[in-house]
């Protein structure tokens, strides 16, 4: 579905991801996780050409980034920052409108049949009842699902998340989250996001890609990824890892800082 | 239904915007009364002196300053969207002055060039933007903050070769006094048809824009998501609003403040769709530099004051308000 190779990114003359590569397959989600500064961010940026990246090759259905056009990318993928703003008076309706935007020539108006796409969009994230009230006016939550319902919006294949949950409290971090895998499970929307929590990594994701000073550290299932020696390594951290008689996916307490 | 609130506001205020404009012809040292003046320009009525005073003198002075108006207002509201940044104005990015001090070269240096004061109204405007972003460019976005604070840094360097210029060429100062302080006095048809073939381009390309301004508010991040290249459409829009500046001052000066008033009332009134806020930033435009000039040649008769001057009275306090209010 998805492949990065071996790309390599520059931020202000310093290397700041080197060599990466991992792919994504149709269907699952991923997630990134590694410490602040590790790259991660930037390698969700540079996947969704936002940042350049000098090195390497992304492809998305077997198809080179580079050599499609932004639109075109547009209508396959879509990115979500961890903090979106939206202009004060614009409803959640009009925001989501905007989804559409890359389907459509410079001329054309929004038809029919995209504003059904519009109405599925905001029944698909619960905020029908909030249509028509501007999206400042919503809470962290229920603004974040209104940016993702424009991203469905734009009925893309892939769905890159960075960071979705950060300025959220956690009922609303739970929210969003169980949100992104209703999506996966229903639609079968292929996901790939940047996490801080180790836990909701753990708990949302099929696999796990950790990242450590740009390079990556390790890959695999939350099972396998999730282990003392990884947390010790790349977070310097004393954990504990738990596993509950009726989930696959383990819990992770962590205890306090490796000397 | 909001829709048709906003097509209805901004219709009422082109109405409004023509009505003041009949009235503002009919203003001066000869009265017209408002019959006439219709009686004049639909060509019913025969009075030479009439003829003569509206044709020739009110009526371009008039369309001049609607012209300019909308030009600067359209100019603020590009910039605001493509610097995320409600504090874009031409005046305050220092592409006015950037403009200026090219067109003043022309006028006090070389005025056998006149012909190409326009031009260099926008070469000197696309230079001022160009250091402005390269200053305020993060690799995050373009912070309020560092855009005004760039605009001070260009406005002052303007302003010292502006001085320099009027201390080379002192001998010639007075020719260029009234144009330095944004005036409209004495302007006639010439100035009008000068201006009104790129106002037109201007506004065309105008209209294009409208939809590349909605996307861009939203943010880089989000508009790039939106297959949006844009960079290419930061450029374009700036180019468009360098431009539609750069005439106003190859016309008639500097004028402060349009460009950043003339669209935050817009926004009251219409909110930040640029399919409503362009529309109603060019009537509104037209409507405040009309009544800034009409009142300026007017209030104190004989004596005029400069449209630009009254536009910094009014300007400077609102922009004031408008930092506090905003907290920056």
Redesign the interface.
Known sequence: MFTVDEISVRYDQKITLQNFSFSVEKGEILSIIGPNGSGKSTLLKAI???TPYYEGVVQLEGINIKSM???????KM????QK???????TVK?LVS??R??HKK?FERLDEEDMEIVEWAIRKTYLTAYQDRTVASLSGGESQRAWIAMALA?RPKILLLDEPTTYLDIAHQHEVLELVRELNQEMGMTVLMVLHDLNQASQYSDRIVVVQSGEKAMAGTPKEVMTQEMIRNVYRMDSEIQYRPTEIKPRIHLLKKVN | MTKKVNSGTVITTFILTIVIAIIAIGLGSIRIPIPEIIQTITGTSVSDEYNTIIFDIRMPRVLLAMIIGANIAISGALLQAVMGNPLADPGLTGVTSGAAVCVLIIMLAAPQYANLIPIAAFVGGVIAAAIVYSLAWRREGISPVTIILSGVAVNALAGGAMGYLSIMYSDRLPSVVQWMNGSLAAKGNNSLYMVLPYAIVGWIASI?AI?KAN?I??????A??????VNRIRILLSLLAVFLAAISVATIGMIGFVGLIVPHMARLLV???YKYLLPMSMALGALVLLVADTGGRTLFAPMEIPAGILMAVIGGPYFLYLMRRRGF
């Not at chain 1, 879509?78 to 920052?81: N, Q, V």
């Not at chain 2, 508010?217 to 989000?222: A, E, F």
């Open positions: 969704s050409g936002f056009k932004s639109k075109q990318i547009a209508q879509c990115m979500l920052s979106n703003q939206a202009p004060p008076d614009m009009d905007y989804g935007y890359p410079w734009q | 294009f939809r996307v508010r939203m943010g880089d991040q989000v790039a998501n939106l297959g949006e290249n909110g930040s769709n």
